[in-house]
């Protein structure tokens, strides 16, 4: 059993045949119709069905190039996924090989699920969602209970600035800038967090982490110090400007690609090589999330057939993430 919190992360775990519940709220509109049937391929024994309540609506303007220019949308009925709805599903929270949460639900929703991890030893992954919803778990002490962030760079500064370190620069435009920014930023988070998966956009992903024997893995059963830390860089899969459509839901093809990887035990460079194949099926998609996505399409056999570089590698010496970062008092 994986829970999952995000629809679009749900609905891609599901193409990809991992079988996640999802947890969530819909109004009894007409809206709702359209959701349950465009879903009907995933597990929506999660939702709850509410009256006098608005189904989520966002309405994304994409610019010619395939790029978000702006969002405008209604998320109020988010607010009702509470502990009380999130509790009649408390077993197969203990049971989950993972539960992925994102920034939409309550905190108070939040701090209880991470509870419930905690205790039962369950892997968590935390979708920050915005940059005003990230740093929900932060909060709290909810988040020492995450093992994998997905953050982008803004989100990153913000849930340093949440956990007191004063982050005063702009995201900068030289890739190697980008790059070191963002492991300086992941160094706090990894105190706790097993993977922090920073998402770079048209330049990949960068992977923070423990090592295990020198290579990060993404499996937190490994052995692995807590002492040794190593960044990977793995670059987009190649697409031209032309064939890029739309770009909403490429971030949320990346995690579900890679955590599939995951749950089948696979290897880092494949697990993430499996999440860009699947974000570039969505760029190329009208739709957030590619129907062409399925375990045959992103799969060990069509990474294999691929031409990839290699990541780089940075190792980073035992340090504690405080000595990078000066605290706002």
Same mark, same amino acid.
């Given at each position: 059993?994986?829970?999952?919190?995000?629809?679009?992360?749900?609905?891609?775990?599901?193409?990809?045949?991992?079988?996640?519940?999802?947890?969530?709220?819909?109004?009894?509109?007409?809206?709702?119709?359209?959701?349950?049937?465009?879903?009907?391929?995933?597990?929506?024994?999660?939702?709850?069905?509410?009256?006098?309540?608005?189904?989520?609506?966002?309405?994304?303007?994409?610019?010619?190039?395939?790029?978000?220019?702006?969002?405008?949308?209604?998320?109020?009925?988010?607010?009702?996924?509470?502990?009380?709805?999130?509790?009649?599903?408390?077993?197969?929270?203990?049971?989950?090989?993972?539960?992925?949460?994102?920034?939409?639900?309550?905190?108070?929703?939040?701090?209880?699920?991470?509870?419930?991890?905690?205790?039962?030893?369950? =892997?968590?992954?935390?979708? =920050?969602?915005?940059?005003?919803?990230?740093?929900?778990?932060?909060?709290?002490?909810?988040?020492?209970?995450?093992?994998?962030?997905?953050?982008?760079?803004?989100?990153?500064?913000?849930?340093?600035?949440?956990?007191?370190?004063?982050?005063?620069?702009?995201?900068?435009?030289?890739?190697?800038?980008?790059?070191?920014?963002?492991?300086?930023?992941?160094?706090?988070?990894?105190?706790?967090?097993?993977?922090?998966?920073?998402?770079?956009?048209?330049?990949?992903?960068?992977?923070?982490?423990?090592?295990?024997?020198?290579?990060?893995?993404?499996? =937190?059963?490994?052995?692995?110090?807590?002492?040794?830390?190593?960044?990977?860089?793995?670059?987009?899969? =190649?697409?031209?400007?032309?064939?890029?459509?739309?770009?909403?839901?490429?971030?949320?093809?990346?995690?579900?690609?890679?955590?599939?990887?995951?749950?089948?035990?696979?290897?880092?460079?494949?697990?993430?090589?499996?999440?860009?194949?699947?974000?570039?099926?969505?760029?190329?998609?009208?739709?957030?999330?590619?129907?062409?996505?399925?375990?045959?399409?992103?799969?060990?056999?069509?990474?294999?057939?691929?031409?990839?570089?290699?990541?780089?590698?940075?190792?980073?010496?035992?340090?504690?993430?405080?000595?990078?970062?000066?605290?706002?008092?």
């Amino acid at each position: 059993m994986h829970s999952a919190g995000s629809r679009l992360s749900s609905d891609c775990l599901s193409r990809l045949g991992v079988g996640p519940l999802f947890i969530s709220a819909l109004g009894q509109d007409e809206l709702s119709c359209y959701v349950l049937q465009y879903c009907s391929h995933m597990d929506m024994r999660g939702v709850a069905h509410l009256k006098g309540q608005s189904t989520a609506t966002y309405c994304a303007v994409i610019n010619g190039s395939g790029e978000l220019s702006l969002g405008v949308g209604d998320m109020e009925i988010h607010q009702q996924i509470t502990e009380k709805h999130v509790s009649q599903f408390a077993d197969s929270l203990r049971q989950s090989c993972l539960v992925c949460l994102d920034g939409n639900v309550p905190v108070s929703t939040i701090q209880y699920v991470c509870e419930i991890a905690r205790q039962n030893r369950v =892997p968590v992954c935390y979708e =920050p969602t915005d940059v005003a919803k990230a740093s929900k778990p932060f909060t709290s002490n909810s988040w020492t209970a995450l093992t994998y962030i997905s953050p982008n760079l803004k989100e990153l500064i913000s849930i340093n600035r949440t956990l007191g370190y004063s982050v005063n620069f702009d995201v900068p435009c030289a890739l190697d800038d980008v790059i070191n920014m963002a492991i300086t930023l992941s160094l706090p988070l990894l105190e706790n967090l097993h993977c922090v998966i920073v998402t770079l956009g048209a330049h990949g992903v960068l992977l923070c982490g423990h090592s295990c024997n020198g290579v990060l893995s993404l499996h =937190p059963n490994n052995k692995t110090s807590r002492g040794d830390l190593c960044a990977l860089h793995y670059p987009a899969a =190649p697409i031209s400007t032309e064939e890029i459509v739309n770009v909403s839901g490429a971030g949320d093809s990346l995690m579900a690609g890679l955590l599939s990887g995951v749950l089948a035990k696979l290897d880092t460079d494949t697990c993430v090589r499996m999440g860009l194949l699947a974000a570039r099926l969505s760029l190329r998609s009208r739709g957030a999330i590619s129907q062409l996505i399925s375990p045959t399409s992103i799969s060990v056999q069509h990474v294999a057939e691929e031409t990839w570089p290699a990541p780089r590698v940075w190792t980073i010496p035992p340090t504690n993430g405080k000595s990078f970062l000066r605290t706002s008092h």
